[in-house]
């Protein structure tokens, strides 16, 4: 059978029901991410009505017309869940019109490829902000198999998803295990200063013997700095099994940017501080950077951080923060323990973009099965 091609104008439909009646409360806001998934919403709420807010019931899409200054990307997601979101008013909302045509899975995979991202932003249109309007939406031509393969290869997307979500439940209970041990080691040990356990280190680059140049992230890794600020003879060397972080706090999401070198040698600002563990036979650096990772750290770090147009985080600071530093094997045996949680949640990232990145072969399968 011939591939079918439409419009996708013809096959989709504009949805504006408001939650004039307030049925639908905070709980219920939802933002749109990048990744094509709903979230939290970020933006301040107090004192802002939510009558005018546009409801996304299951089966419904949602985007977000604006794409400069987005990543190369359209903020666009589907409620593949059985409640009912709010959005805001800017946004577009709209659901599957022809269901005899088109399948909103398969719908969303589409939306999910690459493609799409590079195709929404070559027809976007306007001079200080570039949008992706609701009539460019509908302009789209789509071609279509039938709704059996469409549902075949939806399957298939959707067996991997569960395969994943499978896997990142199972995360979530290492998570409370990682939690539960710090928690009763927060109340059975007392915390001590760190201070008398680090030493800062200060070797600069001054032969130029290290060329690779690293910034650290506030997700706390090391990472190619988005511009060389410092000259290179004056840069810091960290040395693999050493700390940096970046003093200055100000405009950091709220994060400190510290990070653990388990790498070959690298070099980083002179404006960051380098330090290492001193009594390696009281404290193991795994077990530390596992304390700098929680929210808490970052909250102290922001708090204790002075300055006026900028504020820092100084060395004398970080020598403050208090601990429980029980023996040697139990800092081994939680930090190995957090260990396994950090690899598992990095494969589940990768998990999730290597299932993104099977949109485009899927959409491709079933294009070609028809054909």
Request: aromatic fraction near 12%; glycine fraction near 4%.
């Amino acid at each position: 059978m011939a591939l079918s091609k439409y419009k996708l104008g013809n096959l989709i439909q504009l949805e504006d029901v408001r939650n004039s009646s307030n049925q639908y409360a905070l709980s219920d806001v939802r933002g749109l991410s990048i990744q094509k998934v709903f979230i939290e919403t970020k933006a301040d709420m107090e004192g802002v009505s939510l009558t005018p807010y546009i409801l996304v019931k299951p089966g419904f899409f949602a985007y977000v017309t604006v794409t400069s200054r987005n990543g190369e990307k359209i903020t666009l997601a589907y409620n593949d869940t059985n409640n009912t979101y709010i959005v805001s008013s800017s946004y577009v909302v709209f659901s599957i019109l022809r269901s005899d045509l088109l399948n909103p899975e398969y719908l969303f995979m589409y939306f999910n490829r690459p493609e799409f991202d590079r195709y929404s932003r070559f027809n976007s249109w306007g001079s200080a902000r570039e949008t992706f309007n609701w009539e460019d939406m509908c302009d789209i031509d789509i071609e279509l198999p039938a709704l059996s393969i469409q549902q075949k290869y939806v399957d298939i997307y959707k067996a991997l998803v569960e395969n994943q979500q499978c896997y990142e439940r199972g995360l979530e209970d290492l998570k409370l295990v990682c939690d539960g041990y710090i928690e009763d080691l927060r109340r059975k040990t007392p915390c001590e200063k760190i201070g008398p356990y680090i030493a800062p280190k200060d070797k600069r680059n001054s032969d130029l013997s290290i060329r690779l140049a690293q910034g650290i992230t506030i997700e706390k890794q090391f990472a190619s700095p988005k511009q060389v600020a410092e000259v290179e003879t004056n840069a810091k060397i960290v040395r693999r099994g050493q700390f940096a972080y970046n003093r200055a706090t100000t405009r950091n999401g709220e994060k400190i940017s510290i990070a653990y070198r388990e790498g070959k040698d690298c070099v980083v600002s002179s404006a960051y501080q380098v330090f290492e563990i001193a009594e390696k036979n009281k404290l193991i650096p795994e077990y530390l950077m596992m304390w700098y990772k929680r929210a808490e750290f970052d909250r102290y770090a922001r708090y204790m951080s002075k300055g006026s147009a900028h504020e820092f985080f100084e060395f004398d600071d970080m020598c403050e923060v208090a601990i429980p530093i029980p023996d040697i094997k139990i800092q081994r045996a939680i930090a190995d323990v957090y260990s396994v949680y950090s690899t598992r949640k990095e494969i589940n990232e990768q998990l999730k973009a290597r299932i993104k990145g099977v949109c485009p072969i899927l959409i491709k399968g079933s294009l070609e099965e028809e054909k």
